[in-house]
């Protein structure tokens, strides 16, 4: 029995299961094929977001590949099929590349370049006619499109498959932490994943405390100092890097670079436009916070720097940190809480149990697995050129106020490695000692915070 023909329909279904596949990865679901004598010589899929690239539309996607295969710009006998009616850069895309037929499913009457709002095929003064014919499974295309952007109105930041988000149960009713939650997933370097984020206080206070949180703490971490900082008039911006907090999980560890972190970081202060800020860090918070200032000083007042360091390559890491990057390594399923509780006898049980809600199981742990590997060692590892250039703004050209609090019972990041870096802070005064502090001496944080709102002058309490 010889084979069945294929049908406009049918290739419009493989257009649609790009759409599909585009859903699934956070862009607008429309698909693309592009098809030659009976053989499907091309996909496509919408990918901008993915590819940070205005022109990736399903359609262009599935001609760039086209013209790979046939080894020609000139798309000459092909159709192209799309589950949605080509926009103007489409169509004259279609329309330069000499298709013969273009097939359509659902219209666009905002955008529709093929009849809705403006038909570009039907100017016979182009030098190339191209046929097209729309409402091929128009329904289906349609009722996709409104099942994604229904999704979106109803959940601004949905999951992408590639990530966990630890259940809002969770975080309810955590001590000493009442702050409603922001959120945020558009930034071009997060595509997708939410991040969340405190922010408190006036928007146009006279200074903004940006606190950034290290590995394995989120900005619970920073509950006993916030209350301090708005007393003062101030306001506090305190995100979750992506893994930790709130903030979506990947799943994967591979997800976590250095230099990915650092990014979302600078598109995060870019978009809340924060001004007049006091950059408060500590152990990644610093590592990475550290090398945020020198790309737009004008944002910056101070610096509250507790127990980090900047990780340049130049000089070997410290005893106690390789000591915990092995700990982390030989036994990655650790207790959050019990690590807090050891290094903070002062701390309630309910409170230590609180830095564990963002990690449910194993799955949310990606973050906590990577992160003691991506400080940078080597010379050439990521992060470690940016460090070194952040080392040579803060000795040199740094103009703001700094204050600098070292907890001394730290076996990580303690003194020692602190007053190496007070030296490298140009015109850093004698630093806050904290005799029992250790490495989170956020959780002595009262006391830090009432001396910084000193130092740097705040305004006075309302």
Same mark, same amino acid.
């Given at each position: 029995?010889?084979?069945?023909?294929?049908?406009?329909?049918?290739?419009?279904?493989?257009?649609?299961?790009?759409?599909?596949?585009?859903?699934?990865?956070?862009?607008?679901?429309?698909?693309?094929?592009?098809?030659?004598?009976?053989?499907?010589?091309?996909?496509?899929?919408?990918?901008?977001?993915?590819?940070?690239?205005?022109?990736?539309?399903?359609?262009?996607?599935?001609?760039?590949?086209?013209?790979?295969?046939?080894?020609?710009?000139?798309?000459?006998?092909?159709?192209?099929?799309?589950?949605?009616?080509? &926009?103007?850069? &489409?169509?004259?895309?279609?329309?330069?590349?000499?298709?013969?037929?273009?097939?359509?499913?659902?219209?666009?009457?905002?955008?529709?370049?093929?009849?809705?709002?403006?038909?570009?095929?039907?100017?016979?003064?182009?030098?190339?006619?191209?046929?097209?014919?729309?409402? @091929?499974?128009?329904?289906?295309?349609? +009722?996709?499109?409104?099942?994604?952007?229904?999704?979106?109105?109803?959940?601004?930041?949905?999951?992408?498959?590639?990530?966990?988000?630890?259940?809002?149960?969770?975080?309810?009713?955590?001590?000493?932490?009442? =702050?409603?939650?922001?959120?945020?997933?558009?930034?071009?370097?997060?595509?997708? =994943?939410?991040?969340?984020?405190?922010?408190?206080?006036?928007?146009?206070?006279?200074?903004?405390?940006?606190?950034?949180?290290?590995?394995?703490?989120?900005?619970?971490?920073?509950?006993?100092?916030?209350?301090?900082?708005?007393?003062?008039?101030?306001?506090?911006?305190?995100?979750?890097?992506?893994?930790?907090?709130?903030?979506?999980?990947?799943?994967?560890?591979?997800?976590?670079?250095?230099?990915?972190?650092?990014?979302?970081?600078?598109?995060?202060?870019?978009?809340?436009?924060?001004?007049?800020?006091?950059? @408060?860090?500590?152990? =990644?918070?610093?590592?990475?916070?550290?090398?945020?200032?020198?790309?737009?000083? +004008?944002?910056?007042?101070?610096?509250?720097?507790?127990?980090?360091?900047?990780?340049?390559? +130049?000089?070997?890491?410290?005893?106690?940190?390789?000591?915990?990057?092995?700990? &982390?390594?030989?036994?990655?399923?650790?207790?959050?809480?019990?690590?807090?509780?050891?290094?903070?006898?002062?701390?309630?049980?309910?409170? &230590?149990?609180?830095?564990?809600?963002?990690?449910?199981?194993?799955?949310?742990?990606?973050?906590?697995?990577?992160?003691?590997?991506?400080?940078?060692?080597?010379?050439?590892?990521?992060?470690?050129?940016?460090?070194?250039?952040?080392?040579?703004?803060?000795?040199?050209?740094?103009?703001?106020?700094?204050?600098?609090?070292?907890?001394?019972?730290?076996?990580?990041?303690?003194?020692?490695?602190?007053?190496?870096?007070?030296?490298?802070?140009?015109?850093?005064?004698?630093?806050?000692?904290?005799?029992?502090?250790?490495?989170?001496?956020?959780?002595?944080?009262?006391?830090?915070?009432?001396?910084?709102?000193?130092?740097?002058?705040?305004?006075?309490?309302?």
């Amino acid at each position: 029995m010889p084979a069945l023909t294929p049908t406009d329909e049918d290739f419009m279904r493989l257009a649609l299961a790009q759409a599909k596949a585009a859903a699934a990865d956070g862009e607008v679901p429309v698909g693309a094929v592009v098809v030659k004598d009976g053989q499907v010589i091309a996909i496509g899929r919408n990918a901008p977001i993915e590819g940070h690239d205005p022109t990736a539309h399903a359609e262009v996607v599935a001609l760039r590949s086209a013209a790979q295969a046939l080894g020609n710009y000139r798309l000459e006998g092909c159709t192209l099929y799309v589950t949605l009616e080509p &926009c103007a850069m &489409c169509s004259g895309a279609m329309l330069h590349a000499r298709l013969a037929r273009v097939v359509f499913g659902a219209a666009d009457p905002k955008t529709g370049a093929a009849g809705s709002v403006l038909n570009l095929f039907a100017h016979e003064q182009l030098n190339h006619q191209t046929v097209v014919q729309g409402g @091929v499974l128009a329904d289906e295309a349609a +009722e996709l499109l409104r099942g994604f952007f229904k999704e979106r109105r109803v959940n601004q930041h949905p999951l992408r498959e590639d990530a966990l988000r630890a259940p809002d149960a969770c975080f309810q009713d955590l001590p000493g932490y009442p =702050w409603q939650p922001h959120y945020l997933s558009d930034l071009p370097t997060l595509n997708g =994943w939410r991040m969340h984020y405190l922010d408190e206080g006036p928007p146009d206070a006279p200074l903004t405390w940006l606190c950034l949180h290290g590995n394995p703490a989120w900005s619970y971490l920073y509950r006993k100092m916030i209350p301090v900082l708005l007393a003062s008039g101030g306001r506090v911006v305190a995100p979750d890097m992506i893994g930790f907090g709130r903030s979506d999980k990947p799943k994967k560890e591979s997800a976590h670079s250095f230099s990915w972190h650092r990014q979302v970081l600078l598109e995060f202060i870019a978009r809340l436009d924060l001004r007049n800020v006091v950059l @408060v860090v500590q152990d =990644w918070g610093g590592l990475l916070g550290l090398t945020l200032p020198m790309e737009a000083p +004008e944002r910056y007042r101070g610096l509250l720097v507790m127990n980090t360091t900047l990780a340049t390559g +130049e000089t070997p890491l410290s005893p106690g940190f390789l000591a915990w990057r092995t700990m &982390c390594a030989q036994n990655p399923a650790f207790d959050v809480a019990r690590l807090f509780a050891r290094g903070n006898p002062q701390m309630g049980a309910d409170e &230590c149990a609180a830095y564990n809600a963002p990690f449910p199981d194993k799955g949310h742990r990606a973050a906590l697995r990577a992160f003691p590997a991506l400080v940078p060692e080597h010379l050439d590892d990521d992060g470690a050129a940016i460090s070194r250039q952040a080392q040579d703004f803060w000795s040199s050209q740094w103009t703001g106020q700094s204050f600098m609090a070292i907890g001394q019972q730290d076996p990580v990041l303690g003194e020692p490695v602190m007053r190496a870096l007070q030296r490298s802070i140009r015109h850093c005064p004698e630093p806050m000692l904290l005799p029992q502090a250790g490495h989170f001496l956020q959780e002595h944080g009262e006391a830090i915070a009432q001396a910084a709102v000193r130092h740097f002058g705040a305004a006075a309490p309302r």
